[in-house]
């Protein structure tokens, strides 16, 4: 993404707890090297974004659902371009998308990561509740609010453009 999509002078917001998740905590050598290095993750990240001098990186640490309210509240600008990667689970996954809506330009891309997340050969696992995958949460958003985007693509991730 940042070799293609971001110019010179481009700026990238990250918002991420760098914590891991409950299916990091669940691998073992992932398990491991998070109790050994809890700052592993966003050291790791920091490293990975240092290659782009040219882009602009806004790090964001915390949980999306107690930081988007307030870029919502507090930005006058918005954005072309929103990528969802977060939480597995729909409620969380919902209201990230409720508040990209606010923060996207008409014209602007969002996309939705692990839209098949949980899933195997279409059906979602046994062993998992509704709410324990994305995919109700962004057909949910994408329900309420079909008439402002155009579906562009759907597979393991969900592309739509709002529409002017």
């Known amino acids: 993404m940042c070799e ?3 110019r010179e002078g481009g700026q990238l917001d990250v918002i991420d707890t760098f914590k891991g998740t409950p299916e990091e905590w669940g691998m073992r050598k992932v398990e491991k090297r998070l109790l050994c290095n809890p700052s592993g993750l ?3 990240f920091k490293h990975n974004i240092s290659f782009f001098s040219h882009i602009d990186f806004n790090i964001m640490e915390g949980s999306s659902q ?3 309210p307030k870029l919502c509240d507090q930005t006058r600008e918005f954005y072309d371009f929103i990528y969802i ?3 597995h ?3 969380d996954t919902f209201v990230d998308a409720y508040y990209a809506h606010q923060l996207l330009k008409p014209g602007g891309i969002l996309v ?3 839209y ?3 899933s195997e050969e279409g059906q979602r696992r046994p062993d998992l509740a509704p709410n324990d995958t994305p995919q109700l949460g962004i057909d949910l958003f994408y329900r309420l609010h079909q008439e402002a985007y155009s579906l562009i693509w759907q597979g393991y991730q ?3 453009s709002k529409n002017n």
Do not use: H
């Open 66 to 68: 107690a930081l988007l």
């Open 116 to 118: 098949e997340w949980g």
């Open 112 to 114: 939705f990561d692990d």
């Open 42 to 44: 966003i050291e790791t």
């Open 158 to 160: 969900v592309y739509l």
């Open 89 to 91: 689970r729909s409620a």
């Open 85 to 87: 990667d977060a939480s």
């Open 4 to 6: 293609n999509l971001l």
